[in-house]
């Protein structure tokens, strides 16, 4: 008798039997669900690994800028997978290391943008009021426009380096996170354990940061996904048209627009690009669904 | 001269033709279609209608359809008479211009040899034409038909100067409104089209004018559209899908596919083009004739031919822009310079000038391929640059603000170096297209003794070759390659003429 209850009360065999899933398992097994998640993550994570090990694929000075112009214009071969380009670099080259410029600006952009837009959306959202309204009507004003547009705009204003890429890319989605964690922080400002919180005296950046912004996190992570894939997009348009990164710094949009001249009849110039970009945006955009899905607590 | 590729018809050019004096000719077969519309594509858009704004290629082309000269331009940049009756050199300073009568403006009126007196004393106050005038000392009305200009000394090239585009001729009325309001958007010429209309950034309608005063050589299409299509390929294409008639600014990417299509034409024509990097001799680095010279020696001209221009073209050593087929022209005087990277090293080390960071600007996709292969170039020689292109029309803005310590761009050079050595090297050109700020009393001197040795080719020539092998050492630029002219064409078109700068001539167009 003292064996069997002994048998079913050992923490190790309780927990055995009864081990309820953890919140992040059972969004893992949500997510492993949903097959075109899965893909999206897939691809993600090779994308990043191939930025990650960039040099190891293939040199920087040696391949991704190095000019060789009696190589230039070779279609597709052993030696140079995907082709060489107009100045008769490695087009696979550039790719890898073109990679390691749109997550880093991408990422960071969005990062830039989620910690500035978060902390006024919160600001807004938990305090209400006249700080509400200032800030919003702000933030509305720049939502007005359009990524590209405002990056194009600040970027023009400021000049064309990588530091003042990525601020302007992040200014430009500021607004968006404003907005987004504003709503996130006036539903959950109302609930019984923020209450409780300020009933025994936490400050209001101990509140915020501690019980507001927690509980906002799913929603978050889920667009930042998605705006990190519009903003590798918006990074490649500004380059395509001369106001991204600066040659001869490999990066996909400033690889488009130097081959969209030989487009018609070395299509292999514009291919590589365009579906490193086509694939990253579908990549993160799976994930980013997923992500949501996965989330969703009526999903269960 | 034009060469036809299309049936493989090839003819040669002489070295150096000078200016012919013909009235040009128009050869109409019969049963030809002299009331189309023609479409032209061209790369970049026009800047204004103002004559005196800018000597801009893209600008040039459209406006000179709208406004008569005294001179035309000839296939070599010489000239032929328009306007100009006939002329005579009273001494070796003052020279007489009678002009047609019965010349008729857009508006109705009678064209006044007022009207022409006023229009170049306002092109010689302007900055476009810059030291082509400097020579130029009254401009005055003789009688109802003749007007004459006194010069400082001889001007052998002063014909040729009159070609300029800033020597359009306006009427009075016009310009004294236009210099008020400053609204140049409805221009009044005496030229063969009357403006019709104008989309900023896409297109330019211009109308046949009737009224044109020489019947004989009237334009033979009703009407020119001028449309703006920057991307080398998409200009084939309108011209493969019929969507415009002939491509002024061919890409030579699309060379070998056009040449297997049936259904296309494409002339080319030897030019007098230069594609060089520029650079400020003012700013610090450039200001040392040893980097200069180490620059000239780092570029590998022939790599930038292929990257520019697909190997379409002829490298030229040469520092004053001097083209191949322009009066004294010499290829690399004292065979001076070659693609050397080593000396490049050394003239830098000599020169004492630690590496720099400086900016390459360009507004042309060929110029920002060029600009990426130079980078690479002066990297090896210490100097970091980057490469920023811009918009077309801040291109002179920038390099008067000294916002350009390097650039590549194109110059369409004259047959007669009068014609741009003065506006490209000398103070008088500051402000105009002495775009690389470069004077020198030296030079100077020695384009006064060419413009003044004689009225006769020959000892001018040889001032010239001096000037290159001075200028060769100076390395105030350094000119790349001329890029051979193209004009791609439906198989039907006819009347299509090039110059060594662009093709020409557009009112010949005819089916």
Redesign the interface.
Known sequence: MDETIAKYTTRKGFFKQYKKKSRLQEIWTRFLRNKLAVVGLVIFVFIVLVAIFAPLIAGYDTEA???N?PN?LHSPSAAHIFGTD??GRDIMARIVHGARISLVVGCAAIAFALFVGGALGAIAGYLGGKIDDVIMRCMDVFLCLPDVLLALAIVAAFG?NLVNLTIAIGLAFTPKFSRLVRSAVMTVRGIEYVEAARAIGATNTHIITHHVLINCFGPIMVQVTLYVANAILTISALSFI?LGI???IPEWGNMLA?G??????YAYIVIAPGMAIFMTILSLNLLGDGLRDALDPRLK | MSILLALGVISTVASAVPPKLAVPTIKVEPGAKLNENITVVQQLDMVSFDPINTSDLSNRYIITNIYSYLFAQDEYLGNVPELVKSFKRLNDSTWQFEIYKGVKTHDGKDLTVDDVVYSLQRTQKGTAIGALFKPVDKISKVNDSTLQITTFGPYPALPTALTHVSCGIVPKAYLEKAEVSKDWSNPIGTGRYKFKSRVIGDSVVMERFDGYFNQKDKALNKSLTFKIIP???GRTIAVETKKADINVVF?T??Y??VLANANLQLWEHPSQTMWHLGYDNTQKGFDNKLVRQAINFAV?RK?LL??GHNGHGTVVFNNATFAPTVLGAVNNPGNKYSYDPEKAKALMKQSGVAGFDTEIIVFR?EA??M???V??YLQAIGINA????IENAVFAQTIQAHKAPMFITSWGCYWDPDMFLARRFTKAGIGGVNRVWYQNPVLDLMIDKARTVSFDNNPRAAVYKEIQTFMADEAPEADLYVNTMYALANKDLKGIEINVEMPHNYYKLHY
């Open positions: 800028i190095r000019i112009v230039r107009e100045l064309t001369g600066q040659a001869p130097s969209r001249v030989y487009m018609r009849d | 991307e080398g390929s890409d990417v699309d070998d596919r590998d790599a292929e990257v996709d920002e391929r600009a990426v292969l980078q690479s980057t490469v920023k292109r």
